[in-house]
């Protein structure tokens, strides 16, 4: 069976720095697009950045410039590097990503557990 497993998350203070890691494992036979979600409290779900298999990014405006995803396929891994956090990022970050399991099945949509980030003033 598929699965992503998160890790980094924390709290540190305004200004301060943090880096995601996001592992799949189990059962896969192929890895398309994933990405960083996050959702606050009371909002919904809003994609953070994501990155294809060939490495093209894309990061919603309020992080751009102070957040960087990356990728190392081998590793089936993700990572996002926070710079310069502000309390307003403060979130469940989730791990999302378009997995298939065998040839020929149609991806699906796998996430991850969670991991809080907390960012002080």
């Known amino acids: 069976q598929a699965q992503l497993v998160e890790s980094g998350g924390g709290l540190v203070q305004a200004g301060g720095s943090l880096r995601l890691s996001c592992a799949a494992s189990?059962?896969?036979?192929?890895?398309?697009?994933m990405g960083w979600y996050r959702q606050a409290p009371g909002k919904q779900r809003e994609l953070v950045a994501a990155?294809?298999?060939?490495?093209?990014?894309n990061y919603v405006d309020s992080v751009k410039g102070r957040f960087t995803i990356s990728r190392d396929n081998a590793k089936n891994t993700i990572y996002l590097q926070m710079n310069s956090l502000k309390p307003e990022d403060t979130s469940v970050y989730y791990c999302?990503?378009?997995?298939?399991?065998?040839?020929?099945?149609?991806?699906?949509?796998?996430w991850g557990q969670g991991t809080q980030v907390t960012v002080s003033s």
């Open positions: 189990g059962r896969i036979f192929s890895i398309n697009d």
């Open positions: 990155i294809t298999r060939g490495g093209t990014t």
């Open positions: 999302g990503a378009d997995m298939t399991v065998s040839r020929g099945t149609a991806p699906l949509k796998y």
